[in-house]
């Protein structure tokens, strides 16, 4: 049958399609540690992510808990740092560990068929991992290096000032490094934490991609007979600053400004956040956006400027970040506070909302593009104590929320009064 090319496709807003969250299959190991897993793909690869409640909300003193999931993977009793990598390397894996507020982590991806040979070397990491004194020592150099260059920038310095703003500097959240903290730890804490939070802490798995039918007694062979315990992150109270408007030199010969402004905001639990999550990307949540409009096109003061809510846990925030010419930050603010305004008075063109929900739809589309997008959106809702109502929820909310709502949001959370404000130039 020839095609006919005279006749153009139907268009179909993105906004039309009936999205569904392909589901988990969920099974237990024999220690009690839950495995979340997607099974789907054409290729032979598949990932699995370790998750620890071992997030710095969990140490006592700043950096043990960064640091010691650094090291994790830089020597065992058996092997070397770079015998460890050579491993991973061999088999054509990738390993990788991250440290989050209330989460770490270790990832691996690898070709479905070498799964064998590269979980007891994770089991090694996991039991056996013994943070050498000579890494460490490596590590707290490298790392003084890097922060000094990083003290230079403004934007570097502008997140770190406006998380103390609004959650306070002993908060998880708000926390910052320093060289002494570097200087101050100390192998045997980050033993100690090793051996609270990773040989003995609480443990969740999440594994998607091409799976080998016997994944579950792989898992249960290698890692389901581990002490794991169920140990909870623990909680912590913002205390944000009274100053809602800071001013920093930070390089006097700096020829821009890094702008921040910020409130708190309820987590993902509340009423109000999916909405508001729609309302953000109207006013500073893509490219086509109020702020982006008018700061970037219109004005010319920025090449970007963005809004959005953090992803956090506990507590959220709303935050609007640009780096702009250090004499045009004031008009930036000035005009930030006008497209609050705006969404407060000003009803909102039905075309333009139409425009941020297909734009949103469509970005969902993406998201599930694919198993290993799959268990992202999965972990962020389980990690979170959330269900699949949620991003049902998510869905109805993107395609039905009115303009009236959201001009109510507006009239609730976009208040001058209520952000933090902070320019470093």
């Given at each position: ?127 056996d991992s013994i943070l050498p004194a000579e890494e460490l020592s490596i590590y707290q150099q490298n790392m003084k290096q890097k922060l000094k260059v990083s003290l230079k920038k403004s934007d570097f310095v502008a997140g770190r000032l406006i998380d103390v703003s609004l959650y306070g500097e002993q908060h998880p959240y708000g926390k910052y490094s320093n060289e002494k903290d570097f200087d101050a730890l100390q192998r045997d804490e980050l033993i100690g934490f090793y051996k609270k939070y990773y040989q003995q802490g609480k443990l969740i798995m999440f594994i998607a991609g091409k799976l080998p039918s016997n994944i579950e007694q792989l898992l249960n062979s290698n890692f389901g007979d581990l002490p794991f315990e169920n140990i909870a992150v623990k909680t912590a109270l913002p205390s944000p600053s009274t100053e809602k408007k800071v001013r ?178």
């Amino acid at each position: 049958m020839m095609l006919d090319r005279k006749t153009l496709p139907k268009i179909v807003d993105a906004v039309d399609f009936n999205l569904s969250l392909k589901p988990y299959q969920k099974f237990v190991l024999d220690n009690g540690v839950e495995v979340y897993a997607v099974n789907a793909g054409a290729e032979e690869v598949m990932q699995i992510e370790w998750v620890f409640n071992a997030g710095n909300a969990q140490e006592e003193k700043n950096l043990i808990a960064a640091t010691t999931n650094f090291l994790l993977r830089n020597g065992t009793s058996t092997k070397t740092a770079f015998q460890i990598n050579e491993h991973f390397d061999y088999y054509g894996s990738y390993i990788n560990r991250a440290c989050y507020n209330e989460t770490a982590t270790i990832s691996l991806h690898s070709l479905t068929r070498h799964i064998n040979e590269l979980l007891p070397v994770v089991r090694e990491l996991i039991t056996d991992s013994i943070l050498p004194a000579e890494e460490l020592s490596i590590y707290q150099q490298n790392m003084k290096q890097k922060l000094k260059v990083s003290l230079k920038k403004s934007d570097f310095v502008a997140g770190r000032l406006i998380d103390v703003s609004l959650y306070g500097e002993q908060h998880p959240y708000g926390k910052y490094s320093n060289e002494k903290d570097f200087d101050a730890l100390q192998r045997d804490e980050l033993i100690g934490f090793y051996k609270k939070y990773y040989q003995q802490g609480k443990l969740i798995m999440f594994i998607a991609g091409k799976l080998p039918s016997n994944i579950e007694q792989l898992l249960n062979s290698n890692f389901g007979d581990l002490p794991f315990e169920n140990i909870a992150v623990k909680t912590a109270l913002p205390s944000p600053s009274t100053e809602k408007k800071v001013r920093v030199t930070n390089d006097p010969d700096g020829a821009q400004g890094s702008i921040r402004i910020a409130r708190p905001f309820p987590n993902r639990h509340h009423p109000d956040f999916i909405k508001t999550q729609v309302l953000n990307v109207l006013f500073g949540g893509f490219f086509g956006s109020r702020l982006m409009s008018n700061i970037r096109e219109d004005k010319g003061f920025t090449y970007g400027i963005h809004s959005y809510l953090l992803n956090h846990v506990q507590q959220s925030g709303w935050m609007i970040s640009t780096e702009a010419g250090k004499d045009v930050c004031e008009a930036t603010i000035t005009e930030v506070y006008k497209e609050m305004q705006r969404l407060r008075e000003e009803p909102i063109d039905p075309n333009e909302l139409m425009l941020v929900r297909n734009y949103m739809m469509g970005g969902l589309l993406g998201d599930l593009d694919g198993p290993f997008h799959i268990i992202a959106r999965w972990k962020n809702i389980i990690l979170n104590e959330l269900d699949e109502k949620y991003f049902n929820d998510s869905i109805k909310t993107i395609k039905t929320v009115s303009a009236e709502e959201l001009q109510m949001l507006a009239n609730k959370y976009l208040q001058p009064d209520d952000f933090y404000e902070l320019v470093v130039v």
